[in-house]
């Protein structure tokens, strides 16, 4: 076997594959806008229910996919772009 990790590969993280419609949403309103986003602001960017919202940034938090610090939720560390991103 090729995959040195024990037990078989290591499941997917920061990957676009592994989120849903909402989480998508979300994701690419953060990236798209390039700027610490508070729950408020991504629920009237998104047009999603606050809780949906908070959901979302949650599991893209677990992810590493965003960063969730004082200022709001940016963008984290990745190896892709959103087309037209400021």
């Known amino acids: 076997?090729?995959?040195?990790?024990?037990g078989g590969p290591a499941p997917l993280?920061?990957?676009p594959q592994v989120l849903g419609a909402d989480e998508m949403i979300v994701?690419?309103?953060i990236?798209?806008?390039?700027?610490?986003?508070?729950t408020g602001d991504l629920t009237a960017t998104t047009g999603l229910?606050?809780?949906?919202?908070?959901a979302?940034?949650?599991r893209l938090t677990e992810l590493e996919m965003v960063e969730n610090g004082?200022?709001?939720?940016?963008?984290?560390?990745n190896d892709w772009d959103?087309?037209?991103a400021r």
């Open 27 to 29: 994701y690419e309103a």
């Open 70 to 77: 004082g200022d709001g939720v940016r963008i984290g560390q």
């Open 56 to 58: 979302a940034v949650d």
């Open 31 to 38: 990236a798209t806008l390039r700027r610490p986003l508070g």
């Open 1 to 6: 076997m090729s995959d040195s990790t024990p």
């Open 13 to 15: 993280r920061r990957e």
């Open 82 to 84: 959103v087309r037209g």
């Open 49 to 54: 229910d606050e809780d949906v919202v908070q």
